[in-house]
């Protein structure tokens, strides 16, 4: 719903020199203009047209992730279970950074930390009701909607996040994913907050957590 090519530029360019690769930004459309699957489709679409145009963009078409934070962390995620079960792009990997991977607010997490951080609970009953057309979107067990459930096939993963309730339910994924055969790399962030990566000209945590995003990218493309 919000954010767009200017917010994220600067963690692009953070992991493009930290990485040493290419990122594409995603200028997705955003809800509540386009509501699901727009944003789901439109990622896809990037993707594809990426691999396609290889070539002419000067990057290796064998040698693709995907990754994003928050609702970019849920594409991304969504992107992944697209390619593989439409037989789309290869992705050797993909990056979560405290992915939103499930539209229920209903837990225990998400009471204890409902307020006094970042991200509350009603932004987020908020943000969920204006990204889809119906509130039972987001209780289909569809990967597409709301990212529950994962099966052998998808590119290994890291997932990233702080100590909260958006991240808990990343680790929840995360643990899906690794039941499933999928190998994963799971870091906690205590003590830090929804969002918290963008700011690494304030945190230390931050700048380790764009340290090791990167450093996993560089082993995946090795």
């Not at 990485?19 to 699957?37: F, H, I, N």
């Not at 997932?159 to 499933?180: P, V």
């Amino acid at each position: 719903m919000i954010g767009d090519l200017y917010t994220h530029d600067g963690i692009c360019r953070s992991l493009t020199n930290a990485a040493g690769c290419v990122v594409a930004s995603v200028d997705y459309r955003l809800a509540p203009e386009s509501k699901y699957p727009v944003a789901a489709e439109d990622s896809y679409a990037a993707l594809e047209w990426i691999v396609a145009n290889a070539r002419r963009l000067n990057i290796d078409a064998r040698r693709v992730a995907v990754g994003g934070d928050s609702a970019g962390g849920n594409l991304s995620a969504v992107v992944a279970l697209m390619a593989r079960d439409r037989k789309g792009p290869a992705i050797v990997y993909q990056v979560l950074i405290y992915p939103v991977t499930n539209s229920s607010l209903d837990t225990p997490s998400y009471h204890e930390n409902a307020t006094g951080y970042v991200l509350t609970r009603e932004a987020m009953r908020w943000f969920w009701r204006h990204y889809l057309e119906r509130e039972e979107q987001g209780r289909s067990h569809s990967p597409r909607r709301s990212s529950r459930r994962a099966w052998p096939g998808c590119p290994r993963a890291g997932d990233h996040g702080c100590l909260r309730s958006a991240a808990r339910r990343g680790e929840a994924y995360a643990a899906r994913l690794r039941d499933a055969g999928v190998p994963v790399t799971l870091t906690r962030y205590d003590g830090m907050f929804h969002g918290f990566i963008r700011m690494t000209r304030f945190l230390d945590k931050a700048r380790a957590a764009v340290d090791e995003v990167a450093g996993s990218l560089r082993k995946a493309f090795a």
